[in-house]
């Protein structure tokens, strides 16, 4: 890669040079970085403003979603700022220190948090990712390499302009935060093959984006995000909790993966739920794509459904669509779920604690939910201050992304001259 | 997969169930199983012996180190039974629980340990570690497969007979431990790519075969064992210790991974120490391999010694071969780390507690040891009880991988009908 990019090349050590330098930086340091980096993004609140105003610009021909996600406000520099001082305020991630069952003869061993060292975060046309990465990463004593989507660059160029004075004032190599420019993606595949000098790669936006990492990164990833999520009705489910947690489950923000996908419900109560239900549904503006046992129960009552299609379990909609399925009991919705579910959220709703606890332990997945919808699964709902992105694998990390997840163990062990024999 | 070979499908599908069914095993069967997985294994011990012999015979041709990893004898067999007693006697790896910080009008979250599912480990020659696997898998609420190498099938055929009459007089699925029979190593591709359908897959053996696994793998892979060790003379060396430390890294078991390879000498006390060291490695058996400033030195003390060439700083020898480097510092030794070192384990010799911490925080290795020497980096040691191989990597597990490492998360809310707004 030196060759080739002496550029990446140079910030590949400099991330390096600053990710050593911040192992050694004390808790409070690294606090008082966050809680400075905060005032210096209130201090440039108006250039952030007008450098996005060229972003949007820029934009104008994209969907209007994507320049909703690419837009700074007053409010979101604000709430920047706050997420900011929220990290600045947990407890510090690297004070974990387990010493191991001593062994006679062994010297005195020690498992210890330390930071992974360099992470680099690949995203999309969100620019307030910056900070709140930035507010983990710094946190957890790591260095960073932010490489967002075109369309936000100059913005997140603006915002790390602030985070890195930030650094520099509470005595933070500013090396520590650099943005990746790569106008034609060669930096993208730079990245995603910069073998032992990223520890951790983070795709953080749609599945096409975290497919092609998948696919191609020969560093460390962690995948985040495809939700295929369910809400199961069982036979003892309160009316009124099976209507307002699918529908919050469902609309809440129906384009994130949280939310929750197929709605399954117990054939002994499809009679008497699926019209509420459905009906709510709908007038929240939900499409309904309903298997041959749930159609005509719904459309019986007046409610708009179409026939599902064998896609569409599996598919994760992100749009006010639902798929809805009759089940015969519980059995039937935890083998629907290992089938077609993607291992991030999943819910029942029932009032029978034997069954709630037979879901628990049947799902396998990030999150299980008794009687609350999908749509809680969150860094900040889950006391996590913010989150690098909610993964759906089960090593290292699993379910919202906090400090934790950007952190790793060294033994230590001291001794006096023992030796093995 | 399951058009072209059934038969690995149906092993699949057996340990997804099994793997269901120890999810929700309580401890105590866990650790029962164990001990009944113990007495069985003593109780087969002639047998075991007898088909040990007939792998042995077709392996004659085979070299002496391998046939002797391959040999069972009554004092092994009686090892890997205590070894399961050990595992068993370890506390529950699945009784963690933290509650998150609680956050208003959100449902009571907890994050508790769980198996990570099914489990598969591709090893060679060992068949003990046939025991050594199925100790933490089950003590951890996994499924296994094992995959031997082809000269070790027949034996560890007959150890899972045994573990798995143990598991059923335990009330435990004997399709928790499996064989995969792989005369062509069609199956060893198979296993690789069988995503969705293996949880982890552990490659426990050499360099050749953890590679193929890296390079191939679509399944979640923790890779273990390559170690390029090093041992550091500190200006402020015990000379005692020194030698003693750096004899015992080098030659208490050249051949496997935690084994030093290079010794690196601070310049201030090359000319005090390098004839004591090198003379003791010398007639421990050791060839040396000496930088342009180490090599008069050693020379001159009449110990056989020819040039390092730069591949030597690189290379994990596995065998009493050592490359000695004189550096000016402690920063030197640290950069030397840092370009050659593998992440596995390092050692400082010092009686100066400052070095000694500059030496701990600038190590970006999984295990770090102060005046003890490398071969110390093992399971057993590290109070584990046992270990599945030794991560190199950062993400997941680091170090000796115990029980722990064969565990992942899962969120769990308890909401009265709270939904998010």
């Not at 974990?96 to 680099?120: D, F, H």
């Not at 990164?217 to 295929?228: F, L, M, Q």
Request: glycine share 8%; charged share 25%.
């Amino acid at each position: 890669m030196d060759a080739q990019d002496p550029e990446l090349d140079r910030q590949l050590n400099t991330a390096r040079a600053a990710a050593r330098g911040l192992r050694k930086t004390p808790d409070d340091v690294r606090a008082r970085a966050l809680v400075s980096m905060a005032e210096a993004m209130e201090a440039a609140r108006d250039e952030l403003i007008a450098v996005n105003a060229g972003d949007l610009e820029r934009a104008r021909s994209l969907p209007p979603a994507l320049v909703d996600r690419l837009a700074l406000s007053p409010a979101r520099v604000a709430q920047m700022a706050e997420g900011l001082r929220e990290v600045a305020r947990l407890g510090d991630p690297l004070a974990e220190a387990v010493p191991a069952r001593p062994v006679p003869g062994v010297p005195r061993m020690v498992r210890r948090r330390v930071p992974l060292g360099v992470i680099a975060v690949i995203f999309e046309a969100r620019p307030n990712v910056a900070a709140e990465i930035a507010a983990l990463g710094i946190r957890s004593g790591n260095a960073l390499l932010l490489r967002p989507g075109r369309e936000a660059l100059a913005s997140v160029q603006a915002i790390v302009r602030a985070l890195t004075h930030g650094l520099e004032r509470a005595g933070v190599d500013p090396g520590a935060i650099q943005v990746v420019e790569d106008p034609d993606r060669r930096r993208f595949a730079a990245l995603l093959s910069a073998r032992g000098r990223i520890d951790l790669l983070v795709p953080r936006g749609g599945q096409a984006l975290i497919d092609e990492v998948a696919r191609n990164a020969r560093v460390p990833v962690v995948e985040t995000g495809v939700g295929n999520c369910h809400v199961f009705l069982h036979a003892a489910a309160d009316p009124e909790l099976a209507e307002r947690i699918t529908v919050n489950s469902k609309l809440f923000r129906p384009a994130v993966c949280n939310a929750a996908e197929t709605l399954l419900v117990d054939a002994a109560v499809a009679q008497s739920l699926l019209p509420r239900v459905g009906r709510a549904l709908a007038q929240g503006g939900a499409q309904l794509r309903a298997c041959p046992r749930a159609l005509p129960v719904l459309l019986a009552s007046g409610i708009d459904a179409r026939p599902a299609v064998e896609s569409d379990w599996a598919e994760e909609f992100l749009a006010p669509i639902m798929a809805v399925r009759v089940v015969d009991g519980l059995e039937e919705a935890l083998e629907h779920i290992e089938r077609y579910g993607t291992r991030h959220s999943e819910a029942i709703v029932t009032t029978d604690p034997e069954a709630a606890q037979a879901f628990v332990d049947g799902v396998d997945a990030a999150a299980v939910y008794v009687n609350a919808p999908t749509s809680f699964t969150d860094g900040g709902k889950f006391g996590l201050g913010a989150e690098v992105g909610i993964s759906t694998q089960k090593l290292h990390a699993r379910g919202p992304m906090g400090l934790e997840s950007l952190t790793t163990w060294q033994w230590v062990g001291h001794g006096r001259g023992e030796v093995r024999s």
